[in-house]
Each structure stands twice: as C-alpha cells, then as structure tokens.
C-alpha cells in the first residue's frame, strides 16, 4: 500500500482527482515543491478554471482542473526533478494498475461425457414423415 501525505489527499480532493496513482504524483510534487507552493498551484489552477479554463496544446479540449494544476506544477519543478516525479509516477501507475485488475479467469473444464447411452439431441424432436402406402389394383379380366 502506498502511503501519502494529508496534503496530496486534500490537494487531490480540491483537484477531484481519485485515482491512487494520480494521488501519489499529487505528493511525489508536496515533497518536491513543498505544500504552501503546491496549495498556492492549486490556488492557481482552481481561479484558471474559474476564469474560463484554457486548452490543451493541440486546442480539441480544455483542460481539467487537475491538468492546469500539473501543468503550473510540471513548470515550478526543478529539471532535474522533473523527470523523476513524472517517470516515478508512470513506472507507479503501471504498478498499481497491475494490482487493481482483476486476475484472469482460467477456463471452465469440460465435463466428461455422461455413462450410459447416448442421449438424444436437444431441441424439437426430427418429424417423422407420413408412410405412404400405394395399394395396387388388380387387374379385371
């Protein structure tokens, strides 16, 4: 189990984030950038969204709360430890991911074939066809 600080579950819930992984990035950026920078960032993001939102890069969508927050937050993070919160962060995802889906069903074993004589087809029974009889007459002489 992951252990996060009250900062990353309050900023989470702020951000309505709920997902463990995005959670745990939540603080991964409290132990990096301290918790009043990330409470001013959440500050930020949260009068962005009010004042409108703002797009993604490519312009199809806006962007939610918590993808104005990671972005302030991506810029105030030092380069050097960039990379490690948002690979950390992947490599967890994957990792928390694994442990929340379910495992694989194996398959159903065949049941073996009843003893005794061999059953009849399920379903309407076959019809079986009127016999014909042809009578001959015979012949007068």
Not at 111 to 117: E, S
Request: glycine share 8%.
């Amino acid at each position: 189990m992951l252990k996060v600080t009250d900062t990353a579950i309050t900023v989470a819930a702020r951000l309505r984030e709920r997902r463990p992984d995005v959670v745990y990035q939540i603080d991964q950026i409290v132990q990096v950038l301290g918790r009043p920078t990330v409470e001013e960032l959440c500050g930020q993001a949260e009068a962005i969204q009010a004042a409108g939102g703002e797009r993604l890069a490519n312009g199809t969508r806006k962007r939610t709360l918590g993808g104005i927050f990671f972005r302030l937050a991506r810029e105030r993070t030092p380069p050097a430890q960039r990379d490690g919160i948002w690979k950390r962060a992947a490599q967890t995802a994957r990792e928390i991911a694994v442990g929340l889906r379910k495992p694989p069903t194996p398959p159903r074993p065949t049941p073996p074939p009843p003893a005794g004589p061999p059953r009849p087809p399920m379903g309407r029974p076959p019809t079986r066809q009127p016999e014909v009889v042809v009578k001959r007459s015979r012949a007068r002489t």
